[in-house]
C-alpha cells in the first residue's frame, strides 16, 4: 500500500468532455492517457514520478473498465521493454519513471525499441529529477533522446500544455514510427490545477485484438541486416516526418512581440520562470503579454531548422535558456545558424550559468544581462542599490542549521545503523557500500556511515572488488526494493558465483519505502491485485547463499552480535543479514486509526511511549548521535547547577523502543523510561494498580518526610 | 494598476503538514473567487527534511475580463514572494537566507517555536542556534512580521501546526479572505474539525493581536529561607551568607543538591571545601571579578559531590515526585493506569563501584573473579519500576546512600574532587582567569558507563597537561581550548589535535 492514496482523486478521471478538471500534474498525465485510447501503462516509482506510478496504481478499476493493463514493472528495464507491444501492432502505450537513473536502467530496451521503430504511439514519460529537491547526480535526459533517436518534449508547465503534449506525443509517435519522451520537471509532476476534460478513449484496436492475431516483420528486429536498416530509416524517413508533424501541428510556439531585433528562446519548461522574470523587471504582464519575441521550444530534440532560421534572421542577438549542460541544444543552433548563414549572436551559457538549476533570480538576471548588451532600449535600469538589511543575510548563514533528510520517527532502519556504529567498535572500522534507498541517510549525521553508493540495487555489487586476503571484511548494505530491482542477480548471486567474502545487511520493511511506499514481491501486507509474500530469504537460498541470518531490525544488541559474527566468521561466501521490522510510516497508517478506534470502543488497549528522566539525564546526547530520531530531542536543562539541555522525547514518539534498545546495547545511561498506558484498564488492572499503589506511595511518603527534615 | 498574482511560500519541516496547509490555501482561494497555482517538492525533503510549498493564486474575475490564464511561476523568486510562513523559527530564517523575504512586498508569518535539527541536538554540549538573532533580521527584513508560537496553539487546541499556520494567517489579514471563509475550509475537509478549528482560533487571534509576543515570564523572587528549617540546616545556611553576596545563590543551590545526595555532613564538607576556595578567591582578587570563581566553583563542586552512581540514580527514579512528572510527561490521564520500565545497564564496574572499595578493589583486580561475576552482568537490565518488586529493589538501593561513603567509587571520585581543587587554588595564584577555566573543566564528567569514562579520560589528559604548562603564559585561554576541543567529538580526535598543537 502506498504512502499517499489517491483513491478519491482518481474518480476525477471519469471527467467527461468539457468538464474543469483540478488536480495534480501527474493526475492530469493520468488523464490525458486515458483521452489518448492506451492500451498498456507501466513503468516503476521513484520521485518526481512515485506519484504517478501511485495514481495508476489506484486508478486500475478505471483502466480495466477500458481495457487498459497496468503494471508495476519490476524495473525501468522492465517498462521500456512493454513497448515491444507497440512495435508491431497499433497499441498505444506509455511508460513512467524517474530520470536521469530511470533512464539509464531503461537505456537497453529503449534503444531497441527506437531502432526497430514503432507502430502504435509509444510515450515514455520521465520525471526530470534535477535540481532543488533532487536526490540524484545533475544528468540531462537529452543525451538519451539524441542518441537513440527518441523525440523529446518539454512542454509549457501548466496542465493544458501539459496535457496536449501527452496527445499529441502519441500522434507524434505513429506519424514518425518513432518512440516519444515527455520530460516532467520535479515542479511540473506536482504542480496542482486546472485544465478541460475530454472524454475517455477505449482503444479500437485492443491487446486481446493483437494475441489473436499476431504479426511478424523481420524488419522490425535488431539483428543482422535489419539493424543496418533501421539507422538509414532514422534519418531518411522518421526524422522527415517527425519535422514535418511538429511544423504543421505547430507544437513550438512563436510568443510574445515581433518588432524588436532581440528574442530568446526557452525550452517549454522554463517559459513560466522566464515570464515571470520578465514581469518583475517590468518587461511583461502577468498574462505573458510583452514586447519581446519568444520561441518556446515543446519539443527540444529534434530542432526544426526552419523555425530557427525565420526566428533568428531579422535579430542582432538571440538569448537560448537551456538548462542543465552540456548544452546540446545551442552546440545544434549554432550549427543551424552558421549553415543558413545567419549573422544572429546565439547568447547561452556565455551569459547563463553553465550549470545549476535555472530559478527566477538566475533567469531575471541572465535576460536583464542580455538585454543591457543587445537591446538596451528595453533594459531595465541597473540593479537597485544595495538592500540595506542584506547584511543581516550573510550573518544568518551561522545561525540557520541544515535540516538534512533523515529517517522518520520509529523508522526500523535506523537501528541497524546504530547496530553498524556498535560493530565498528566491536570489530574496528570498515568499508560500506551504501545503496539507494531511505537506508542512504546513514550517510548524513548522526550515523555518518557509508563510502560509496553506486545505483538502485548496486550496494552489493559496489563492494564486489574488495576481495583481498585482508584481516577485515566490507559491509554492503541493500534495501528489499533495490534487491528485487536488480540486486538479487547483481548483487547476491554475482558475490555467490565469483566466490566474493563479503557482508550485506539487507534491509526488509516490507515496501519500496523510499519511492513512497508501493508494494514489491516480499510485502506481507494484503494486496488484492498483486502477488506478495515472497520472502527475500528464500529466494537468496534459493540462488546459493548459504550463510543467512535474520534479525528483527529493533534488536540493536542483536543486530550487532551478527554483524560481529558476519565480519569474523571463518565461512566462505556472502554473509548476509536480513533485517526485518515493517516500514513504520505504512505501519501506523495502517495501525493508529484500527487503535483509535478500539479504544473508543471500549477495548484495552497499551499504548507504549518513550520519555527521558531531566533527572539523571547530564547533557552529553550520546543517545542523540546514535539514533537521530525526530521525536528525540533536547530542552532545557531544569536543573539550575546545569547549562546544557537535556535530552527529551516529543509526543508523537511512536514507542518503536530504539532508545532504550541503543541505552541498554551501548550501555549509554538510566535516563530512559518506556511508559505504557494502559486505556480501559480491566478489573485485574486495577487492583493491581491499587495495591502497588498503597504500598509505593506509603514508601514514597516516607522518603519524602526524611528528606523535608533537611529540606531549605 | 494591472492586477498581479498573491504569491504565497511556505516553509515547513517534514511531516508538520505543509502540504495540508497548502491545499487548505488552494482551496480557500478557489472559494474566495481566485485561481490558484499549487507546486512542491518533495521527494526526499519528505523525509524530516526543510520543504517548501509554493502558491500563486490569481482574481478569476481578472482572468475572465482578460479572457485568458495568467502565467504563474513554479517556484518563488526573491523580491517577488507577498507572504512567507514558516512553522518554525529557524525556517522563518531559512526563508530570508533565500531572500524570499523582502522590506518592500513580504508579509512573514512564523512561528517562534523550535525543532532543533541534527546538528543542534547532537552536540555533546548546547549546540543550539540563537533564536533571537533570526527575530531581529525578521523586524529588519519583513514589510510586515507577525510571529506566534504555533506549537503552542496547535498543543493548546489539540491540533497539529498546519492548523496553526492557517490560522495565523487568517488572523494575520495578509488575503483578502474572512476568517469565515478560512474555517469553511476546514470544516468542510472533514478531519480532526475540532481540533483543527480550536487551534485555528487560537492561532488567528494570536496572529491578530500584531503578533505580540506572550506577556514576559515574571521573574521569581529569590526564595529567602522564610520556611522553618531544622537548626543543622540553619547551621549551613549561615555559613553561606558569610560568602560574598553575588555567590550565595548558587551555593545555596549546590549546597541544596549536595544536603538532597547525603546528609547535613556531606552539606558541611561542600561547605568546607567551597571555603578554600573563596580563600583563594580573595586572595587573588576576586571582588574585582564578580567573583566568577566561587560561582563556577560552587556549582561545578556540587555536581562533581552529587556524581551518579547506582545509589542515586535508584534514589532518583523512585521518588514520588518523579512518579508524577512521568505521569504529566506523557500525558497520563488523571486515573489512567501507567506503567514504566528503566533501562538499566550496570556492568560489573558500577557494581564494583557500589561495594565497600577493599572488596570492589579486589574483584576488579582479580581477572578471574571480573570474568565470572561480568557475566551476570552482561546484559542489560529492565526494571519496571511500577511493579511492587521493581519498585522495592531500587527502593533498598536508593536506601545504600547509608553505606555510599564506604564505597569504592566514593573513595575514587573523593581524591579526585580534592586534586581538582587543589589545582583550582594553585592556579588562582597563577592567573585567576586560569583558576576559572580548571574549575569548568568538571564539565568534561558526565554520563554514565562507557560516556562517563570518555569524559573522565579526557578530563585526566586537560588535567596533565595543566600540570605541564599551567605557567605558561595565556594557558588559560589554552585550556579553555582543549575544554572546547574535548566536547568537539566522541572519537577524541579534536582533543587529540588540540593537544598535538600544545
Not at chain 2, 522590506?103 to 541536538?121: G, N, Q, Y
Not at chain 2, 558500577?350 to 576488579?364: K, M, N, Q, Y
Amino acid at each position: 500500500m502506498a504512502e499517499r492514496s489517491f483513491a478519491r482523486e482518481v474518480e476525477k478521471l471519469r471527467a467527461g468532455a468539457g468538464e474543469i478538471f483540478h488536480g495534480e500534474g501527474i493526475l492530469a498525465v493520468t488523464k490525458a492517457l486515458l483521452q489518448s485510447g492506451v492500451s498498456y501503462v507501466g513503468g516503476y516509482q521513484g520521485a518526481p514520478i512515485s506519484h504517478l506510478m501511485d495514481v495508476l496504481a489506484d486508478a486500475e478499476d478505471i483502466m480495466s473498465e477500458l481495457g487498459i493493463h497496468f503494471e508495476a514493472s519490476a524495473s525501468e528495464a522492465g517498462a521500456a521493454a512493454m513497448l515491444a507491444a507497440s512495435v508491431n501492432y497499433p497499441l498505444r502505450g506509455a511508460v513512467a519513471w524517474k530520470s536521469v537513473v530511470g533512464t539509464n536502467v531503461a537505456s537497453d530496451a529503449l534503444s531497441n525499441v527506437a531502432s526497430g521503430g514503432v507502430t502504435g504511439g509509444a510515450l515514455i514519460i520521465v520525471g526530470e529529477d534535477y535540481g532543488e529537491g533532487s536526490s540524484i547526480m545533475q544528468e540531462r535526459t537529452h543525451a538519451f533522446a539524441m542518441k537513440s533517436q527518441i523525440w523529446l518534449l518539454d512542454p509549457r508547465p501548466n496542465l493544458t500544455s501539459i496535457v496536449n503534449a501527452v496527445e499529441t506525443s502519441f500522434e507524434l509517435s505513429e506519424a514518425s514510427n518513432t518512440p516519444v519522451m515527455l520530460q516532467l520537471r520535479i515542479r511540473s509532476c506536482h504542480v496542482y490545477g486546472r485544465f478541460t476534460a475530454r472524454d475517455n478513449q477505449r482503444a479500437a484496436f485492443g491487446l486481446g485484438d493483437a494475441m489473436q492475431n499476431p504479426v511478424r516483420d523481420t524488419n522490425r528486429i535488431v539483428l543482422p541486416p535489419a539493424n543496418f536498416l533501421h539507422e538509414h530509416e532514422k534519418v531518411d524517413r522518421r526524422w522527415p516526418a517527425a519535422i514535418e508533424f511538429i511544423k504543421n501541428r505547430k507544437l513550438n510556439e512563436f510568443l510574445g512581440g515581433y518588432t524588436l531585433d532581440a528574442g530568446i528562446i526557452v525550452q517549454g519548461g522554463l517559459y513560466n520562470t522566464l515570464i515571470r522574470a520578465l514581469e518583475t523587471l517590468g518587461l511583461a504582464d502577468s498574462f505573458g503579454k510583452t514586447e519581446i519575441p519568444i520561441y518556446v521550444l515543446n519539443v527540444t530534440y529534434p530542432l526544426i531548422d526552419d523555425e530557427i532560421v525565420g526566428f533568428c534572421a531579422d535579430k542582432k542577438a538571440v538569448l537560448l535558456i537551456e538548462e542543465g549542460q552540456p548544452e546540446f541544444i545551442e552546440h545544434q543552433m549554432n550549427s543551424v545558424l552558421r549553415g543558413a548563414n545567419i549573422d544572429a549572436r546565439l547568447i547561452g551559457k556565455s551569459l547563463l550559468p553553465r550549470a545549476g538549476e535555472y530559478t527566477g533570480q538566475v533567469v531575471k538576471d541572465g535576460v536583464a544581462a542580455f538585454l543591457r548588451e543587445y537591446a538596451p532600449t528595453m533594459a531595465p535600469a541597473a540593479d537597485k542599490p544595495a538592500d540595506p538589511a542584506a547584511s543581516n543575510i550573510a550573518a544568518l548563514g551561522d545561525v540557520v542549521p541544515a535540516r538534512p533528510a533523515g529517517f522518520c520517527t520509529g523508522c526500523p532502519e535506523r537501528p541497524i545503523f546504530t547496530a553498524m556504529k556498535l560493530a565498528e567498535q566491536d570489530v574496528g572500522a570498515y568499508h560500506v557500500s551504501c545503496d539507494i534507498g531511505c537506508h542512504l541517510f546513514s550517510i548524513l549525521p548522526p550515523f555518518n556511515i557509508g563510502n560509496t553508493t553506486m545505483g538502485y540495487g548496486l550496494g552489493m555489487a559496489g563492494a564486489s572488488a574488495f576481495q583481498a586476503n585482508a584481516a577485515q571484511r566490507t559491509v554492503a548494505v541493500m534495501g528489499d526494493g533495490g534487491f528485487w530491482h536488480n540486486g538479487l542477480t547483481s548483487g547476491v548471486g554475482n558475490a555467490v558465483f565469483n566466490g566474493n567474502d563479503g557482508v550485506l545487511v539487507l534491509v526488509d520493511n516490507g515496501y519500496s519505502a523510499a519511492t513512497g511506499g508501493q508494494d514489491i514481491l516480499s510485502s506481507r501486507g494484503a494486496n488484492s491485485r498483486r502477488n506478495t509474500h515472497h520472502p527475500m530469504a528464500s529466494a537468496i537460498r534459493g540462488i546459493g547463499v548459504e550463510w543467512i541470518r535474520t534479525v528483527r531490525s529493533y534488536d540493536v544488541g542483536g543486530m550487532r552480535r551478527e554483524l560481529v559474527a558476519a565480519m569474523t566468521t571463518t565461512a566462505k561466501g556472502p554473509k548476509v543479514i536480513i533485517a526485518e521490522s515493517e516500514c513504520m510510516l505504512n505501519k501506523r497508517r495502517r495501525e493508529a486509526p484500527l487503535e483509535r478506534q478500539a479504544i473508543a470502543g471500549g477495548k484495552r488497549i497499551v499504548k507504549e511511549r518513550f520519555g527521558v528522566d531531566a533527572d539523571t539525564c547530564t547533557g552529553d546526547h550520546s543517545c542523540i548521535r546514535l539514533s537521530g530520531c525526530p521525536t528525540l530531542t533536547i530542552r532545557d536543562n531544569p536543573d539550575p547547577l546545569r547549562d546544557d539541555p537535556v535530552a527529551h522525547v516529543l509526543d508523537d514518539c511512536v514507542g518503536c523502543g530504539h532508545c532504550g534498545e541503543t541505552a541498554h546495547a551501548a550501555v549509554l545511561c538510566p535516563s530512559f523510561y518506556r511508559a505504557e498506558l494502559i486505556f480501559n484498564p480491566g478489573l485485574w488492572d486495577h487492583v493491581k494498580a491499587r495495591i502497588r499503589g498503597i504500598i509505593i506511595e506509603f514508601l514514597q511518603r516516607r522518603s519524602d518526610a526524611r528528606r523535608a527534615c533537611f529540606a531549605f | 494598476m494591472t492586477e498581479r498574482s498573491i504569491n504565497i511560500a511556505i516553509l515547513a519541516i517534514g511531516g508538520q503538514g505543509g502540504g495540508v496547509m497548502a491545499e487548505w490555501v488552494v482551496e480557500l482561494a478557489e472559494r474566495g473567487g481566485y485561481l490558484a497555482q499549487y507546486t512542491s517538492v518533495p521527494g526526499v525533503a519528505q523525509r524530516t527534511g526543510a520543504t517548501i510549498y509554493y502558491i500563486e493564486i490569481f482574481p478569476e474575475a481578472a482572468a475572465k475580463a482578460r479572457g485568458g490564464d495568467p502565467v504563474l511561476a513554479l517556484m518563488p523568486m526573491p523580491g517577488d514572494v507577498d507572504i512567507v510562513i514558516a512553522s518554525e523559527l529557524m525556517e522563518a530564517g531559512r526563508a530570508m537566507q533565500r531572500g524570499l523575504v523582502t522590506p518592500d512586498r513580504t508579509t512573514l508569518i512564523a512561528s517562534t517555536h523550535r525543532v532543533f535539527a541534527i546538528s543542534e541536538k547532537s552536540a555533546m554540549s548546547d549546540g543550539r542556534s540563537d533564536g533571537s538573532e533570526i527575530i531581529a533580521a525578521a523586524e529588519a527584513r519583513a514589510r510586515r512580521f507577525v510571529h506566534i508560537d504555533m506549537d503552542a496553539a496547535a498543543r493548546d487546541g489539540g491540533s497539529v501546526i498546519s492548523a496553526a499556520m492557517f490560522g495565523a494567517l487568517a488572523g494575520s489579514g495578509a488575503l483578502p479572505f474572512p476568517r469565515n471563509l478560512f474555517e469553511a475550509v476546514i470544516r468542510d475537509a472533514g478531519r480532526a474539525v475540532a481540533g483543527n478549528l480550536a487551534t485555528f482560533a487560537l492561532a488567528h487571534d494570536a496572529a491578530a493581536g500584531n503578533g505580540v509576543a506572550a506577556a514576559p515570564v515574571p521573574i521569581p523572587a529569590l526564595d529567602k529561607a522564610e520556611r522553618q528549617v531544622s537548626a543543622a540546616v540553619a547551621e549551613l545556611l549561615a555559613r553561606i551568607e558569610r560568602l560574598p553576596f553575588i555567590v550565595q545563590q548558587m551555593a545555596t543551590e549546590g549546597l541544596r543538591r549536595v544536603v538532597d545526595y547525603q546528609d547535613i555532613g556531606y552539606g558541611s564538607l561542600y561547605l568546607d571545601r567551597l571555603e578554600a576556595v573563596v580563600a583563594a578567591d580573595q586572595a587573588a582578587g576576586g571582588d574585582r571579578q564578580r567573583h566568577e570563581l566561587i560561582i563556577e566553583t560552587a556549582r561545578h563542586l556540587a555536581l562533581w559531590m552529587s556524581f551518579e552512581d547506582t545509589f542515586r540514580v535508584a534514589d532518583l527514579k523512585t521518588r514520588g515526585a518523579r512518579f508524577a512528572r512521568f505521569r504529566s510527561e506523557v500525558q497520563a490521564a488523571p486515573e489512567q493506569i501507567v506503567d514504566v520500565t528503566e533501562f538499566m545497564h550496570p556492568r560489573i564496574e558500577e557494581v564494583c563501584d557500589s561495594l565497600p572499595a577493599p572488596i570492589g578493589r579486589a574483584i576488579l583486580g582479580s581477572p578471574l573473579l571480573i570474568r565470572a561475576a561480568g557475566r551476570l552482568f552482561q546484559r542489560g537490565r529492565r526494571i519496571r519500576t511500577t511493579s511492587l518488586s521493581g519498585f522495592l529493589l531500587l527502593y533498598i538501593l536508593a536506601a545504600g546512600r547509608r553505606m555510599r561513603r564506604t564505597t569504592l567509587r566514593f573513595r575514587r571520585e573523593s581524591a579526585e574532587i580534592e586534586a581538582w581543587l587543589a589545582r583550582i587554588t594553585s592556579a588562582a595564584a597563577i592567573d585567576y582567569r586560569l583558576a576559572v577555566e580548571m574549575a569548568v573543566c568538571q564539565k568534561l564528567i558526565k554520563g554514565y558507563g562507557d560516556t562517563h569514562a570518555r569524559g573522565s579520560a579526557s578530563f585526566a589528559r586537560l588535567m596533565d597537561a595543566y600540570d605541564r604548562g599551567r605557567t605558561t603564559p595565556g594557558f588559560a585561554a589554552k585550556l579553555r581550548q582543549l575544554c572546547e576541543a574535548a566536547l568537539a567529538d566522541d572519537s577524541g580526535a579534536a582533543l587529540d589535535a588540540a593537544l598535538d598543537g600544545l
